[in-house]
């Protein structure tokens, strides 16, 4: 068990340009989630995924973000046409099944993105 | 909607002090709830969890208690070391759903 791995785990980019972040969550994790973090916030919920059915997505995710988990296994986030609104750190975090816990997520430590 | 308010930080003792971080929230059902801990340069992590009214939450010496009279989950230790330096976070979760709700963080600094 590796825990959940996030890459990059920065990336600084121009108002304009496209990132991807990439996600991949413990092995035997069916559940995984994004979450945004701003400097001196809680982190804010973004979307989720029940192997590779993207099942809720907040009003947070605008148009401009897109989030994928094709094989129900590593998930990317895509942001199109960055906003120096955009900067902030991105989570991901997975957890097992029901049954292992009240919703006990593991978290990954986070990619920041910059936009100039 | 749900929401979880913390104590504002920073907040910054010495070492072998008495810590409470004041957590509150606003739920429409019968909350999980959640301390996560993030430590400089790492992901959060689970400190402790209470699922029900009174149940109590432990881990590290550090305790809180589920009161949901007061909806509160206020975060305590008995003496503070300087690795319990971070922030902490309280969190809720909803019967059911998927998302953690998330308070603001409290930026905790123990100095020797």
């Known amino acids: 068990d590796t825990g959940v791995s996030q890459n990059p785990r920065h990336k600084i980019t121009k108002r304009g340009q496209n990132v991807t972040f990439r996600c991949d969550p413990i092995?035997?994790?069916?559940?995984l989630y994004w979450y945004r973090q701003t400097l001196g916030q809680g982190p804010e919920f973004l979307t989720y995924?029940?192997?590779?059915?993207?099942?809720?997505k907040s009003r947070l995710l605008s148009d401009r973000f897109s989030a994928e988990r094709p094989k129900g296994s590593f998930s990317t986030l895509e942001i199109q046409r960055t906003e120096q609104g955009d900067s902030a750190m991105y989570l991901c975090?997975?957890?097992?099944?029901?049954?292992?816990?009240?919703?006990?997520?593991?978290f990954g430590a986070g990619s920041r993105l910059t936009v100039l | 909607g749900n929401s979880v308010t913390q104590m504002e930080g920073p907040v910054t003792l010495s070492e072998e002090a008495f810590l409470t971080i004041n957590c509150t929230y606003t739920?429409?059902?019968?909350?999980?709830l959640f301390w996560y801990v993030q430590y400089p340069g790492e992901g959060l992590q689970l400190l402790l969890k209470?699922?029900?009214?009174?149940d109590k939450g432990s881990n590290k010496g550090f305790e809180a208690t589920y009161r949901k009279e007061t909806t509160s989950f206020h975060l305590e230790k008995g003496s503070v070391q300087v690795s319990d330096s971070a922030v902490y976070f309280c969190?809720?979760?909803?019967?059911?759903?998927?998302?953690?709700?998330f308070g603001q963080g409290t930026r905790l600094t123990i100095n020797p």
């Open positions: 975090a997975s957890r097992g099944h029901v049954r292992s816990g009240a919703n006990v997520l593991t």
């Open positions: 092995s035997e994790h069916n559940r």
């Open positions: 995924f029940q192997n590779e059915a993207q099942l809720e």
């Open positions: 739920a429409t059902g019968y909350p999980s």
């Open positions: 209470a699922t029900k009214a009174d």
């Open positions: 969190a809720l979760s909803e019967q059911g759903a998927q998302k953690l709700v």
